[in-house]
Every structure is written in structure tokens, then in C-alpha cells.
């Protein structure tokens, strides 16, 4: 274990600066809607309706021409389109793995670049998206923390990932037509490039949108946000998201953990427990989910697995425990647990009654695997030497 890492990167983030001209409708809420509907010429008694409408056809139908909202008046579109837009981020490139999974590489404002995975399953899709351009932390085992953070994504630049992999899969609704329950796209995990809950805000606006009930429908148990451990914003994500937790863990000792999650430094195994404890949402219908990778000689024991029972059963967690083959990648300080390893593991959780599931491999040949994720053309430019360097191994 001589790997090290900062707890996060030595990076200066440099703001977003808005661009100029006509306002993006995506991302905004509801109320920051009707705001600048009314700073540009809707009459205020109108505002709150004209919200409705426009909702509607952006998150309903995936509508971005606003002469086809056509329960609008043609003189109003004509306003709307003079003064704002309905932009989402654009595709770069589009991948397809073997077995179904679809990594897209989409381009953002100021050129920068991020990732998205979608994972089809038979009784579901699940898409992996991103809350920030790289990441601020350094976990010396994930491959995205060779990246620097760059910036945070916009609200709109988040939900517009939902919107884009929608497009992909023809997911839209169309007007008039009989409704299909069937829903490719029925899953959102927050596990691709970043930290969500550094990026608060926009994360939780994003969110809101996602499962407005007049707009993509999504229920807050079918979201769910994985987080380092980022104690003091945790309750807020149950009080003002309401979706469901997953903890990057892997690690049963502060000593282990303070390396492979650097997090952990700041907050420790301790202090991060007592805040899932007070979880408001969990619940046995709603576990706390624990990730853990799973990485040979290192945290693949016997006695790691008993004492991370006893973190739980010690703070009363209702949790299910997900176990991660570690994918390998250029560079990589560390080897994946075999898989009878990985199996015993497994089963003194499953003895004591706690599911643990081994996560099943997806999209790895073609980097869009737990942990893989980074921008394609950040990665071409790199050698494996400098990414060696960057990480401090």
C-alpha cells in the first residue's frame, strides 16, 4: 500500500462563463423558467401556464423547435425563439460493447468533453452520467481520477445527458400516440465522471427535472447517486433530492480506505457511517448500497468482509453490498481479486444476510466499465508514464 494521493487535486477551477445571446431553456427550474419568461415579454398572469406548456414539450415530447409547440401561438413561438434556445450537449462519438452497452463521448460549452454510459438489462436501462468535466478526487484504483477537474456541469448539461441518450434510443413520445409504459431508459445512476455532491446544485436541479411528473417521469427510487463520502451534504441529498445512496466504500480500515478513497482523510470510516445511519431515507425498502471494489491483497480478505458487517450491523444500516471485479486499465497500481476470492468474499456477506451481488463486467472493451471512464481523447493524448505520474505511482 505505498500508493498515495492527495485528498483532492491541486487544480484551479476556472468558473463557467455563460455564453451569450439566447438563454438555454433546458436545465432551468420551474421557477428560474417562469423568471425569464417574464423578463422577456410573457405576460406574468400567463407565465405559470406557459411554463407548463413549454415543459411539456421539452421533457415530455423532446421537443427543441419551438415552432412545433404547436398549442402555442405562432406570434408567441416566434418571441420564444428569438429569445431562447433548447440546446443539449452534442455527440462526439458513439460506442457499442458487445454485449448491448453504448459509451457516448459528448462535446459540452468550452469544448469540453464527457462521458456516458448506457447499460441495457432485461428487466431495465440504466445510464451512467456525469457531474463534472474530470474529478477533484484521486481514489488511486479509478481510472477517471487521472483526469484533473476541469469545471462543474450546468444543470442543463446533466439532465441534457438523460435528453441525449433518449434521442439515441427513439424514446420520445409522440403526441397523440397510444401510451408505452416500456421504458428503455427506466435507471439513472450519478457514477460517471466526478463527484456529485461537490456539484450540489446543479446535480439536485437536474434531478428535479428528471423526475418531474409532467415531464421525463422518473421516480426518485429509480435514481441513484453515488457519493465518496461527502458527509455534510449527505442528509441534503435525502431532503432535497430524495433518490436513493450509493457509498463508494472499499475499504474496511481508515488505513486502506485513506488510499484507495483519499476522501477519507477528511472524513473518516466512523464519521461516514453515522451520517448513512442517519440517512433519513434508508430503509429496508430503500438500502443504502455499498461499493466495494474488489482488489487483490488489498481488501479482499476474510477479515475485511467480517468487519465491514460489523460496520453495519454496529450502526444499523439497512445495505446491500455490491462487489466490483476491479477493471483493469493502463497503469493501474493493482490487480483484480480472483474470482474464487471475490466468491468467498461474497458469501460470508450473504451468510449473515446481506446481499451481495457481484456486479457482472459491462462495456469493458470499450472503456466503460466501473471505473474506466475518461475522455477518449484526453486518454489518446496520454502515456502510460504520464499517467503514472499524474496518479503518483
Known amino acids: 500500500m505505498s500508493v498515495k494521493a492527495p485528498i483532492t487535486q491541486d487544480v484551479v477551477t476556472i468558473p463557467r462563463k455563460l455564453p451569450e445571446g439566447r438563454i438555454n431553456l433546458v436545465g432551468l427550474t420551474r421557477d428560474r423558467m417562469r423568471e425569464v419568461l417574464i423578463e422577456h415579454g410573457t405576460p406574468e398572469k400567463q407565465a405559470k401556464m406557459r411554463v407548463g406548456q413549454i415543459w411539456q414539450w421539452i421533457y415530455q415530447w423532446g421537443v427543441r423547435d419551438f415552432d412545433a409547440m404547436t398549442n402555442l401561438a405562432k406570434a408567441y413561438r416566434a418571441q420564444l425563439a428569438e ?8 455527440v462526439v462519438t458513439r460506442q457499442v460493447s458487445e454485449d448491448g452497452t453504448r459509451k457516448y463521448l459528448v462535446r459540452i460549452a468550452g469544448g469540453h468533453e464527457v462521458e456516458v454510459v448506457y447499460i441495457p438489462e432485461e428487466d431495465r436501462g440504466t445510464l451512467c452520467i456525469s457531474s463534472q468535466v474530470g474529478c477533484t478526487l484521486t481514489c488511486s484504483f479509478c481510472h477517471t481520477g487521472t483526469q484533473k477537474l476541469v469545471r462543474n456541469l450546468t444543470a442543463a448539461e446533466i439532465v441534457g ?51 418531474d411528473p409532467e415531464g421525463i417521469q422518473l421516480s426518485r427510487r429509480r435514481i441513484t447517486l453515488s457519493t465518496s463520502g461527502v458527509v455534510p451534504e449527505i442528509a441534503r441529498t435525502a431532503e432535497e433530492i430524495g433518490c436513493l445512496l450509493a457509498i ?48 487483490d491483497g488489498v481488501n479482499d480478505s476474510d477479515a475485511d468482509a467480517h468487519r465491514l458487517l460489523d460496520h453495519i450491523k454496529r450502526h444499523k444500516i439497512p ?15 493493482y490487480k483484480r481479486s ?52 499524474e496518479t503518483g505511482l
Open 248 to 295: 463508494s466504500f472499499h475499504a474496511t480500515t481508515d488505513e486502506t480506505r485513506d488510499v484507495l478513497v483519499p476522501i477519507n482523510k477528511r472524513w473518516n470510516i466512523e464519521e461516514l457511517l453515522s451520517a448513512l445511519a442517519a440517512y433519513p431515507k434508508a430503509s429496508n425498502s430503500e438500502r443504502i448500497t455499498f461499493e466495494y471494489v474488489m482488489l
Open 161 to 211: 445527458q438523460v435528453m441525449m441518450a433518449r434521442d439515441d434510443l427513439g424514446e420520445w413520445p409522440v403526441p397523440g400516440a397510444p401510451k408505452d409504459e416500456t421504458r428503455l431508459l427506466s435507471n439513472i445512476v450519478l457514477m460517471g465522471m466526478g463527484e456529485p455532491l461537490y456539484n450540489f446544485d446543479n446535480v439536485r436541479d437536474a434531478m428535479k427535472i428528471a423526475m
Open 338 to 389: 480472483s474470482n474464487n476470492r471475490i466468491r468467498a468474499f461474497a458469501n460470508i456477506i450473504y451468510q449473515a444476510g446481506y446481499a451481495a451481488p457481484i456486479r457482472k463486467t459491462r462495456g469493458d472493451d470499450i472503456m466503460a466499465a466501473c471505473g474506466q471512464l475518461k475522455s477518449a481523447t484526453e486518454r489518446a493524448r496520454k502515456s502510460k508514464k504520464q499517467i503514472e505520474a
Open 319 to 333: 445495505a446491500k453490498i455490491n462487489l466490483i471485479p476491479f477493471n483493469e486499465w493502463p497503469g493501474a497500481p
Open 83 to 90: 429569445h431562447f434556445t433548447i440546446e443539449i450537449p452534442e
